[in-house]
């Protein structure tokens, strides 16, 4: 666990690839005990510490995840988070270039709670969700693309299934569509950067969550960043 951004209210820490959040069937320790340890320690804090969970990212995605200190912190977080409030950009290495270099994806998605998987329709269908995203390349390699993602919903496996549908799946995303895994068992899907205005101190918050430890991963980033200027 790295922490990225800490203050009175809010820890912001880079999950790496195949950590739970919080606590599933599994039994495996979540990222939030971890945080709660480390600010015991941290702090020397006798008793129970308190931690939030505002937000999830799917086990074997990576990058920013944002926990609340404080009662007020996740309250407040957990509203803006409901109103779209937090702006949240991921990174996404794909195999198959989309047809469009940069692009905006509306699909109507719908969760099978059976399979714990989403599937995409082009047009509105019972109980679906409309999803909506942009994307754009900013990198290439010779078998790779680095997809930059900006959410404007917030759905169940939103990314993979929209990639998914338009030819585009995950590097090691079996579960929609991927040729084969990644040798960890992780997904090419890193929470990149998230910005917000703080529910407390009303400050712009904005943090940036280094790449995961890959050859791949840091090719395409270095290019990105390159190409960024």
């Known amino acids: 666990m790295t922490v990225l951004y800490e203050d009175n209210h809010i820890i912001i820490v880079n999950k790496a690839p195949g950590e739970i959040v919080q606590s599933d069937k599994t039994g495996d320790k979540p990222l939030s005990e971890a945080v709660k340890e480390y600010l015991k320690v941290k702090y020397n804090k006798p008793g129970n510490v308190f931690c939030g969970v505002t ?3 799917d ?12 009662s007020k912190a996740l309250t407040r977080l957990n509203e803006m988070f409901k109103k779209n409030e937090i702006k949240k950009t991921y990174w996404a290495v794909v195999k198959n270039l989309p047809e469009k270099i940069e692009a905006t994806l509306t699909h109507y998605l719908i969760k099978n709670e059976r399979t714990n ?4 329709y082009d047009v509105e269908k019972p109980n679906t969700k409309r999803s909506v995203l942009h994307y754009k390349v900013i990198a290439r390699s010779q078998n790779y693309n680095l997809l930059e993602v900006d959410l404007e919903t917030g759905r169940h496996h939103q990314i993979r299934c929209q990639l998914s549908k338009i030819g585009s799946p995950i590097r090691g995303d079996v579960k929609y569509g991927a040729e084969r895994s ?7 899907l890193h929470s990149r ?4 205005i703080h529910p407390v101190s009303k400050l712009k918050i904005e943090v940036t969550a280094p790449t995961p430890d890959d050859q791949l991963w840091k090719v395409l980033s270095d290019a990105a960043l390159a190409e960024q200027g």
């Open 193 to 196: 950067k998230i910005s917000f």
């Open 117 to 120: 998987k989403s599937r995409a």
């Open 182 to 188: 990644n040798p960890d068992g992780s997904i090419s």
């Open 59 to 70: 086990r074997p995605t990576s990058g920013i995840v944002v926990f609340a200190k404080t």
């Open 55 to 57: 937000h999830r990212l």
